[in-house]
């Protein structure tokens, strides 16, 4: 199959491209940035270098695919994080109707049933509809749950207080996941044949936020670590004196507080997915690799 893949070499990309590779698909990377140019070649795979802005290189590089991956890069600097998956996904949805694509695979996220109250996650809601109304299109949603590498941006805050504080944590419940177990499910939705689910979710391991701080403090040497509840109002002091937007410490405070009251996995626990490979342990270790690399 011929196959493209966005979001370059990414924590998900990369692993996908090289599984498609191995089963001998044909496969294009698209990357912004031109130095990943020889690194994708090296891969085996095929670089396209432009920016996923641009539909009219979309629709170039998809024409003649038989199937689609699509993400939308993370973009820290965009002050209204929903308009800007509103552009992105208006972009591919452009060019996937130019180029008469079949089957798209979209990486989106748990929480993605809800239109509004998730924080940045209201993003990947309002593309979920862009590519639902797309014609003559077989679409899967890719819906993973708390990605693990999410867990590095406590580590300055366990070297300073001692503790995680967001305002979830402790009894909350958060599923798991690893960018390597949703590049395992992204690839077999790619190529498979038949029967195809609208809404696809990925979880790799499911723990409370004092499980899971006490699994990191083990790894790390701190055994007691703790993850504590602070309130909303507190958490927003905190990310507006560190100099964030407004408009993002909103959306991260609204994010935080679905989670803590459960909203973000309503849809998940109704339709559980299989745990994949990576469990909380194995990511500890990569976790305490990389605070002690932090001084």
């Not at 001998?24 to 130095?35: G, L």
């Not at 929480?111 to 014609?135: D, P």
């Not at 002091?237 to 507080?257: D, H, R, T």
Request: proline share 3%; net charge negative; hydrophobic share 40%.
């Amino acid at each position: 199959m011929k196959i493209v893949i966005t979001g370059s070499l990414g924590n998900i990309s990369k692993s996908l491209a090289e599984k498609l590779l191995r089963e001998k698909h044909d496969i294009t990377v698209i990357s912004s940035n031109p130095r990943k140019q020889e690194d994708i070649k090296i891969l085996g795979a095929i670089p396209a270098i432009g920016s996923v802005e641009d539909d009219k290189f979309l629709t170039k590089i998809f024409t003649g695919a038989d199937a689609v991956y699509c993400m939308i890069p993370p973009n820290f600097k965009e002050i209204d994080q929903i308009s800007y998956y509103k552009r992105i996904g208006e972009s591919y949805a452009g060019a996937i109707a130019a180029a008469g694509i079949k089957r798209l695979i979209h990486l989106s996220s748990y929480g993605a049933h809800l239109s509004k109250g998730t924080g940045f996650i209201t993003g990947s809601y309002e593309v979920e509809q862009l590519f639902n109304q797309l014609q003559n299109l077989q679409v899967t949603h890719i819906r993973p749950g708390f990605f693990y590498y999410n867990l590095y941006r406590y580590i300055d805050m366990i070297k300073e207080i001692g503790c995680i504080g967001t305002n979830f944590g402790q009894e909350d419940r958060l599923i798991l996941v690893s960018p390597y177990d949703i590049a395992m499910v992204i690839s077999e939705e790619l190529v498979k044949t038949g029967s195809i689910e609208r809404v696809r979710y990925v979880a790799s391991d499911e723990r409370t936020c004092n499980e899971i701080a006490s699994v990191l403090g083990e790894a790390i040497g701190m055994a007691g670590l703790t993850w504590e509840y602070i309130d909303d109002q507190t958490v927003m002091k905190k990310l507006i004196n560190s100099g964030m937007p407004a408009s993002a410490a909103e959306a991260l405070v609204e994010l935080g507080a679905a989670t803590h009251k459960g909203l973000l996995r309503e849809d998940i626990d109704i339709h559980p997915p299989r745990f994949g490979r990576v469990k909380l342990e194995e990511f500890a270790k990569e976790f305490a690799r990389v605070y002690h690399s932090r001084t």
